[in-house]
Nanobody, 118 residues
Framework: QVHLQESGGGSVQAGGSRRLSCVAS???????MSWYRQTPGKEREFVSS???????TYADSVQGRFTISQENGMDTVYLQMDNLKIEDTAMYYC?????????????WGQGNQVTVSS
């Protein structure tokens, strides 16, 4: 069984912080893990990613405010969100590239709602 378990969503005041977690299980090897977000009526957008050698990427909209990190290799990935803005309100999804049964698979988490208010 392969799945990603997400946690850490919730409500926060503008300027505050939240930390999202994504835990992968069932993969022989995880090449990378990414965070995406989506609001009603809009396409899902890229937020941040980290790969197996520690390279990180951030969307311009979160650069300098969000930090992605890993623990125990790629088993657990965090997204530390600081100085949150109202426009950060979205459903946040974790995505992983998982090697299993001789090939790579894209796996999505179920999502965590983050709501930022004044």
């Amino acid at each position: 069984q392969v799945h990603l378990q997400e946690s850490g969503g919730g409500s926060v005041q503008a300027g505050g912080s939240r930390r999202l977690s994504c835990v992968a299980s069932g993969c022989v090897y995880t090449w990378d893990m990414s965070w995406y977000r989506q609001t009603p009526g809009k396409e899902r957008e890229f937020v941040s990613s980290i790969n197996n050698i520690g390279s990180t990427t951030y969307a311009d909209s979160v650069q300098g405010r969000f930090t992605i990190s890993q623990e125990n290799g790629m088993d657990t990935v965090y997204l530390q969100m600081d100085n949150l803005k109202i426009e950060d309100t979205a459903m946040y999804y974790c995505k992983a590239t998982c090697h299993r049964r001789g090939t790579n698979h894209t796996i999505w988490g179920q999502g965590n709602q983050v709501t930022v208010s004044s």
